[in-house]
């Protein structure tokens, strides 16, 4: 299976679904609650994009460069920009709009939790937890670098330093927010991993491309590294995450007061 196909099958089909349905329910009135429209999804989802182009890019340059995952050159088109096929980035900018598009389907489906976000309790927990795995990331991935016993936590180790440090701002700034939504926060998240992980298992299988078993924890799904399931899971999070907080009515007077707080 080439890059393009994989793109055009597993993300373009997807894409297509949403993309109607979603216009169907604008036309029909069938649009954004009031908890969700202090901005317009689109230009969350532009923001979104960009980001994660941004972002990911010097990420996954090195992850190739220093051959945790690999492609096979013969199913690509062999247009590569650094490291990297182009495919990869259409990629980066295809996977964001699919999940933020299932995720504004939820939002206008599901039924919301009535009562406002105002609990600081437990966004402070959450910023705990989350700093604390990734401190504990850092150090192995440290440890990996200079040590061959750790290799195999490369990958992992990687994923969660790159990964949660825009995760850990997430819930720092409303952690409590993302609680109130857990309805539509938590499917959101889970449904898009496990449709990606098992797009990316059939890519495994064609051979379009590999995980370096020597830098990966040998847990598999299938043929499906661990690592590339919690790949999908964290950068979904990050999606979802920023979409929810961006859109959500508790985040545009939060926003206000912070900027006020740096401003003195």
Same mark, same amino acid.
């Given at each position: ?175 409590? /927010?993302? $609680?109130?939504?857990?309805? #539509? ?5 889970? *449904?898009? &991993?496990?449709? %990606?992980? =098992? ?19 040998? /847990?598999? $799904?299938?043929?499906?590294? #661990? ?5 999908? *899971?964290? &950068?979904?999070? %990050?999606? =979802? ?24």
């Amino acid at each position: 299976m080439t890059y393009f196909a994989f793109l055009a099958v597993f993300l373009g089909s997807p894409l297509l679904v949403l993309s109607i349905v979603t216009i169907v329910d604008y036309v029909r009135g069938q649009w954004m609650p009031r908890a969700f429209d202090a901005i317009s999804p689109w230009i969350v989802m532009l923001g979104l994009c960009v980001v994660a182009f941004l972002y990911t890019t010097p990420w996954d340059n090195y992850l190739v460069a220093t051959g945790v995952w690999w492609y096979d050159p013969l199913l690509v088109n062999g247009l590569i920009i650094g490291y990297v096929p182009i495919e990869e980035y259409i990629f980066f900018l295809l996977q964001p709009i699919m999940t933020a598009l299932f995720t504004l389907l939820l939002m206008r489906y599901i039924p919301l939790d009535p009562l406002q976000a105002e609990d600081d309790v437990a966004r402070r927990i959450m910023t705990a937890i989350t700093a604390v795995i990734w401190l504990v990331s850092v150090v192995l991935l440290g440890i990996s670098l200079v040590s061959q016993a750790f290799k195999p936590v490369t990958y992992f180790s990687l994923e969660l330093a790159w990964a949660l440090i825009p995760v850990l701002i997430q819930v720092l700034f409303g952690g409590d /927010i993302l $609680l109130r939504h857990a309805r #539509i926060v938590v499917p959101a998240i889970l *449904l898009t &991993t496990i449709y %990606l992980s =098992v797009a990316d298992m059939v890519a495994i299988g064609a051979g379009t491309w590999a995980i370096d078993p020597a830098q990966s924890l040998g /847990i598999y $799904l299938g043929v499906l590294p #661990i690592e590339e399931f919690v790949f999908f *899971l964290l &950068t979904n999070t %990050l999606v =979802v995450f920023g979409l929810t907080l961006v859109l959500a009515e508790e985040s545009q007077f939060r926003a206000k007061n912070l900027r006020r707080r740096l401003m003195r």
